[in-house]
């Protein structure tokens, strides 16, 4: 005749297993999971977004394509070396983010990209650059392929009349596009910018 306390004893087991079975599923469902990474400024897509072929030239004036963007991450600011305010200090203030990243830069490209190919030659974006950073890089093309590229990159611009021809201005985006090592748009950098917060996110991002 079974012991009165195998029954007891059986069920005790049936519940173990059980418990260990509900925490095995949750562990696989949780390793499913895209991985994420809280932003402080800004936010990553949940499935990085690729980028068709495209056609610019750099400061250099040699080809600046979607083979460009690859083996690294990148960080692109749309502006014109003629803008004000936003321009210049937001390279400035890459030059500062990139000073904290220290070593960890070595893995990241920052990219300006001119929304007025009417007045930025390669030259002239060459020294604009240089002058906030040797390392930085500016790329410039024509229309209608800037535009199919700004729609690409989520980049908005218009032109702005000034009082003679000559003296227009833009208007344009102010978001960090971050494209990944794949040229893949992986989430958008939004002011205001603060350099240290932007440093530890592009640390966090870039070392998974």
């Not at 040699?62 to 963007?69: A, H, I, V």
């Amino acid at each position: 005749m079974p012991s009165n306390h195998a029954t007891p004893r059986s069920l005790l087991f049936v519940i173990l297993g059980a418990g260990a079975l509900a925490v095995g599923l949750l562990a696989a469902i949780w390793l499913q999971k895209p991985a994420t990474v809280a932003l402080q400024s800004g936010t990553l897509l949940q499935q990085p977004r690729a980028l068709a072929e495209f056609s610019a030239t750099d400061q250099d004036g040699r080809p600046f394509t979607r083979d460009s963007l690859t083996g690294h991450w990148t960080l692109i600011f749309p502006g014109f070396t003629s803008c004000p305010d936003v321009c210049p200090t937001t390279l400035a203030m890459l030059k500062n983010v990139v000073a904290q990243l220290g070593p960890d830069a070595a893995s990241l490209r920052v990219v300006f990209l001119s929304v007025d190919p009417e007045r930025d030659t390669p030259e002239r974006l060459k020294q604009y650059v240089q002058y906030f950073d040797p390392g930085f890089t500016a790329a410039v093309t024509p229309e209608p392929e800037l535009q199919r590229l700004a729609q690409m990159l989520g980049v908005a611009y218009a032109k702005v009349p000034g009082a003679t021809p000559e003296a227009y201005t833009m208007d344009h985006s102010a978001a960090l596009i971050l494209i990944d090592p794949q040229a893949r748009i992986a989430g958008y950098m939004t002011p205001p910018f603060d350099a240290a917060r932007l440093a530890a996110d592009l640390r966090a991002v870039t070392a998974r």
